[in-house]
């Protein structure tokens, strides 16, 4: 089955679950992160992105085309802690009021992220070398002390998911 069919079946079936994809901008090469905006009571954002290029309204737009706004959102999830997946969580938190979830073992690497660039460089370096990243971009992040003010802002989760619950 070619790329667009399947996503095109992979997004149906998300729409009957009540879920809409979301591809959001990266600033390298590869395939886009997606958010999950779970249409339920409350509506849920599964992750956020990084604050990059247009993802904020990307999200937005997202919103609208269901009848809803930040202020709607009831509660952000968040699956892991990397930077293209929460550097938005905190924004959208404090627009929308939203409880902000991750799972409770991972909190300490959300809220304080910066004592584990040095660990997630490494990660990243290895993950662009893989999808065949410009050098001069790779090196971008090899002498970066952190991309997280630039790609991120603070969050802190409200209501931690607990082994077991």
């Known amino acids: 089955m070619k790329d667009r069919e399947k996503r095109k079946k992979e997004e149906a079936i998300l729409r009957e679950m009540g879920m809409v994809r979301i591809p959001l901008n990266i600033p390298f090469l590869g395939e886009p992160v997606n958010a999950l905006l779970v249409l339920?009571?409350?509506?849920?954002?599964?992750?956020?992105?990084?604050?990059?290029?247009?993802?904020?309204?990307?999200?937005?737009?997202?919103?609208?085309?269901h009848h809803l706004t930040i202020k709607d959102i009831g509660e952000i999830w968040l699956t892991h802690p990397h930077l293209d997946h929460f550097g938005l969580a905190g924004h959208f938190a404090e627009v929308s009021g939203a409880k902000v979830r991750a799972w409770e073992s991972s909190i300490h690497r959300f809220e304080d992220y910066l004592s584990y660039w040095s660990e997630d460089r490494d990660f990243l370096i290895q993950w662009l070398l893989k999808s065949n990243t410009p050098e001069k971009e790779i090196e971008k992040v090899r002498n970066s002390p952190s991309h997280f003010h630039e790609k991120a802002g603070p969050v802190t989760i409200t209501d931690p998911f607990t082994t077991g619950r």
Do not use: F, S
Not at 43 to 57: A, Q, R
């Open 40 to 65: 339920g009571d409350p509506p849920v954002l599964i992750d956020t992105g990084l604050c990059h290029e247009n993802n904020i309204e990307i999200i937005e737009k997202a919103l609208q085309e």
